[in-house]
């Protein structure tokens, strides 16, 4: 029964974005360019945000399914008195945290400029916006110096209202 052919309807599947043919096997439409399987989990933006303001209680573990781990915080005095979140939050912050799937948190760029909040918001003198675009060396000369008090930051507001802000690869962050 194994190595028995598999007939022509099996073979394809119909792209949901453009209802074109590709082989059942694809993960990536050759017609349109569109991924055909789920390749990130969650928001990074959120789930950095929520670690920050409810890391204590496992906000961003609850947001990204680990509801496990999530209670594992708060039973054992808040995860450590801040420890556990503070490792949770450089762990994002170097893109290496995944959510319960094991799929990388989405950089994916928002209709409300991701970007743009975390550089207006409270920690745009820290660099946020600089760590959301993976521009990780820039991120952490701007966590240190506070934005170069904060003399990067508006520079990067600028560039970031005016639609020019690049990420690490080049590519125009909206």
């Excluded at 029964?1 to 453009?18: D, F, I």
């Excluded at 303001?53 to 005095?77: C, D, E, R, S, W």
């Excluded at 808040?78 to 945290?97: A, E, K, R, V």
């Excluded at 560039?159 to 909206?174: T, Y």
Aim: hydrophobic content about 40%; aromatic content about 14%.
């Amino acid at each position: 029964m194994q190595n028995q052919p598999m007939n022509s309807a099996q073979t394809t599947k119909t792209c949901p974005y453009c209802n074109g043919s590709v082989p059942a096997q694809a993960q990536k439409c050759q017609n349109c360019g569109e991924w055909l399987v789920r390749r990130y989990g969650k928001s990074w933006a959120k789930t950095l945000f929520m670690c920050m303001l409810l890391g204590l209680v496992g906000g961003h573990n609850f947001y990204n399914k680990k509801n496990g781990i999530a209670m594992g915080q708060i039973l054992t005095f808040f995860g450590f008195c801040g420890i556990w979140p503070t490792i949770d939050w450089i762990m994002i912050l170097c893109d290496s945290y995944t959510d319960s799937d094991g799929l990388k948190l989405s950089r994916k760029p928002t209709k409300g400029g991701t970007a743009a909040f975390c550089a207006l918001g409270f920690l745009g003198f820290a660099g946020l916006h600089r760590f959301y675009s993976r521009d990780i060396g820039l991120a952490w000369l701007q966590f240190f110096t506070l934005g170069g008090f904060g003399i990067w930051t508006l520079i990067d507001l600028i560039a970031i209202l005016s639609g020019n802000f690049k990420d690490a690869e080049g590519n125009v962050v909206r």
